[in-house]
């Protein structure tokens, strides 16, 4: 499975983007994705997940109510919608794949497959 992320730019506090992770190759096999995001200077940390099937989606409390994850099957793509950011929202985001259902989905250990990265960048 390869992953392409894509969306990230330079948006004002209180903007909006939209990332973008296309899946390629054995899309047959993903069972659940998810977002990360790693700041400078920081571990990576879970944002959101959902089932492939597009359903179950999960959110860090931190981005409740502001992101929201969605999944487009017949384009095999994973999306992540951010609202109202935040400079605390800076990061390289990125998208993963879990093809077994194994370890917690919030953590990035339970991914097999990873994208690129995507950097967001929030001014004030």
Request: with cysteine.
């Amino acid at each position: 499975v390869q992953l392409q992320a894509s969306g990230g730019g330079l948006v004002q506090a209180g903007g909006s983007l939209r990332l973008s992770c296309a899946a390629s190759g054995r899309t047959f096999s993903l069972l659940y994705m998810g977002w990360f995001r790693q700041a400078p200077g920081k571990e990576r940390e879970f944002v959101a997940g959902i089932r492939w099937s597009g359903s179950n989606a999960y959110y860090v409390d931190s981005v409740k109510g502001r992101f929201t994850i969605s999944v487009d099957n017949a384009k095999n793509t994973v999306c992540l919608q951010l609202n109202s950011l935040k400079s605390e929202n800076t990061a390289v985001y990125y998208c993963a794949a879990d093809i077994s259902y194994y370890g917690n989905p919030t953590t990035s250990g339970a991914y097999e497959y990873w994208g690129q990265g995507t950097l967001v960048t929030v001014s004030s």
